[in-house]
Protein backbone atom coordinates (compact mmCIF):
# COMPACT_ATOMS: atom_id res chain seq x y z
CA UNK A 1 0.00 0.00 0.00
CA UNK A 2 1.30 3.62 -0.41
CA UNK A 3 1.00 6.44 2.17
CA UNK A 4 -0.94 9.60 1.49
CA UNK A 5 -1.39 13.02 2.91
CA UNK A 6 -5.35 14.56 2.49
CA UNK A 7 -5.40 17.68 3.27
CA UNK A 8 -8.65 19.58 3.05
CA UNK A 9 -10.43 23.32 3.24
CA UNK A 10 -14.21 23.60 4.66
CA UNK A 11 -16.80 25.29 1.95
CA UNK A 12 -19.13 27.50 4.41
CA UNK A 13 -21.73 24.64 3.26
CA UNK A 14 -19.09 22.25 4.82
CA UNK A 15 -18.44 24.65 8.32
CA UNK A 16 -22.15 24.56 8.94
CA UNK A 17 -22.08 20.14 8.16
CA UNK A 18 -19.02 20.29 11.06
CA UNK A 19 -21.06 22.33 13.37
CA UNK A 20 -23.90 20.44 13.14
CA UNK A 21 -22.05 16.71 12.71
CA UNK A 22 -19.26 17.47 15.00
CA UNK A 23 -15.67 16.66 14.76
CA UNK A 24 -16.09 12.93 16.14
CA UNK A 25 -18.53 12.17 13.70
CA UNK A 26 -16.77 13.40 10.04
CA UNK A 27 -13.56 11.83 11.50
CA UNK A 28 -15.33 8.34 11.57
CA UNK A 29 -17.36 8.90 8.07
CA UNK A 30 -13.89 9.33 6.46
CA UNK A 31 -12.39 6.45 8.32
CA UNK A 32 -15.01 4.63 7.20
CA UNK A 33 -14.45 5.76 3.72
CA UNK A 34 -11.21 5.23 3.59
CA UNK A 35 -11.21 1.55 4.90
CA UNK A 36 -14.39 0.83 2.38
CA UNK A 37 -12.11 2.10 -0.35
CA UNK A 38 -9.42 -0.41 0.75
CA UNK A 39 -7.41 2.00 3.10
CA UNK A 40 -6.21 2.64 6.34
CA UNK A 41 -6.68 5.74 8.30
CA UNK A 42 -3.51 6.16 10.24
CA UNK A 43 -4.42 9.81 11.58
CA UNK A 44 -6.74 12.79 11.30
CA UNK A 45 -6.27 16.00 12.91
CA UNK A 46 -7.92 19.43 12.20
CA UNK A 47 -6.15 22.68 11.84
CA UNK A 48 -6.50 26.03 12.22
CA UNK A 49 -4.19 26.91 9.14
CA UNK A 50 -3.66 26.75 5.51
CA UNK A 51 -5.85 23.60 5.56
CA UNK A 52 -9.00 22.47 7.96
CA UNK A 53 -7.78 19.09 7.97
CA UNK A 54 -5.11 17.11 7.91
CA UNK A 55 -5.23 12.67 7.30
CA UNK A 56 -2.54 10.40 6.75
CA UNK A 57 -3.64 7.32 5.27
CA UNK A 58 -2.67 3.96 3.21
CA UNK A 59 -4.46 3.25 -0.06
CA UNK A 60 -4.10 0.57 -2.58
CA UNK A 61 -3.06 2.41 -5.09
CA UNK A 62 -3.04 6.10 -6.57
CA UNK A 63 -6.04 5.73 -8.56
CA UNK A 64 -8.09 4.98 -5.74
CA UNK A 65 -6.53 8.41 -4.05
CA UNK A 66 -7.73 9.88 -6.65
CA UNK A 67 -11.53 8.13 -6.67
CA UNK A 68 -11.13 9.48 -3.15
CA UNK A 69 -10.12 13.05 -3.76
CA UNK A 70 -12.80 13.46 -6.80
CA UNK A 71 -15.79 12.17 -4.92
CA UNK A 72 -14.93 13.96 -1.95
CA UNK A 73 -14.92 16.99 -3.67
CA UNK A 74 -17.52 16.36 -5.99
CA UNK A 75 -20.10 16.11 -2.81
CA UNK A 76 -18.77 20.17 -1.92
CA UNK A 77 -18.55 20.68 1.75
CA UNK A 78 -14.44 20.53 1.21
CA UNK A 79 -11.77 21.12 -1.23
CA UNK A 80 -9.54 18.57 -1.00
CA UNK A 81 -5.59 17.39 -2.21
CA UNK A 82 -4.21 14.48 -2.27
CA UNK A 83 -0.24 14.29 -1.71
CA UNK A 84 1.43 10.93 -2.22
CA UNK A 85 4.46 10.55 0.99
CA UNK A 86 7.64 8.48 0.64
CA UNK A 87 9.66 6.88 3.32
CA UNK A 88 13.44 8.15 2.92
CA UNK A 89 14.19 4.60 1.91
CA UNK A 90 11.77 5.79 -1.14
CA UNK A 91 13.84 8.86 -2.10
CA UNK A 92 17.06 7.14 -1.37
CA UNK A 93 15.93 4.42 -4.20
CA UNK A 94 14.69 7.24 -6.43
CA UNK A 95 17.87 9.04 -6.01
CA UNK A 96 19.96 6.45 -7.54
CA UNK A 97 17.70 6.18 -10.61
CA UNK A 98 19.28 6.79 -13.80
CA UNK A 99 17.23 9.20 -15.30
CA UNK A 100 18.57 11.43 -18.99
CA UNK A 101 17.23 14.93 -19.35
CA UNK A 102 17.74 17.48 -21.76
CA UNK A 103 17.14 21.05 -20.01
CA UNK A 104 15.68 23.40 -22.19
CA UNK A 105 17.76 25.56 -24.67
CA UNK A 106 20.65 22.88 -23.96
Same mark, same amino acid.
Given at each position: MAKFLLTSTYT? !???NGLMKDG? #? #?R? !??IRALIE???GR? !??LYFGFGQYDT???CDLPDHRTAVALAVTIRAAGGLDTRVSPLLTPEDVDEALGMQVAYQPPGA
Open positions: V !EGIG #T #TA !EVNSGM !ESYVV
